[in-house]
């Protein structure tokens, strides 16, 4: 097993999905990424979080009605609905990356991976980016 999926199996064992292969075949979205709808369709998933957003054009996932929504948009959603949640899980993940709430925010607003969470925890904790 690769090791993103031993991980994914770990973290996330909820999230391992099989017997989606055959599906594959009458999918439109990008060939690359035609194992990641099929898994959606298959496990009944509502939303596909992704940084790829031009794999999921609308006419190849509206048929199965599933939302296709990048992982920024995502997580301030997440954040507006149960900002403690979210808070604490996000803690916990750095903590294991050996940084803080604010060292890891830092970075992301450096790196400009998740503008819109970056500023939106941020902004309810008072950090300065």
């Known amino acids: 097993m690769k090791r993103a999926a031993r991980y994914t199996t770990q973290a996330f064992p909820e999230a391992w999905v099989e017997g989606y292969k055959t599906l594959e075949g009458g999918l439109t979205n990008d060939p690359k990424d035609r194992h990641v709808l099929a898994a959606a369709i298959k496990s009944g998933a509502q939303t596909i979080v992704t940084f790829n957003l031009k ?3 609308s006419k190849s996932v509206d048929p199965f009605d599933i939302e296709v929504i990048h992982p920024d948009h995502f997580l301030v ?3 507006r609905l149960d900002d403690a949640l979210v808070t604490l899980k996000f803690t916990q993940q750095v903590n294991r990356i050996g940084r803080t ?14 503008p819109l969470f970056t500023q939106t925890p941020a902004d309810a904790f008072s950090i300065k980016l």
């Open 55 to 57: 794999d999921f054009q």
């Open 77 to 79: 959603n997440q954040f």
């Open 101 to 114: 709430v604010e060292q890891q925010l830092q970075h992301f607003h450096k790196t400009r991976t998740l």
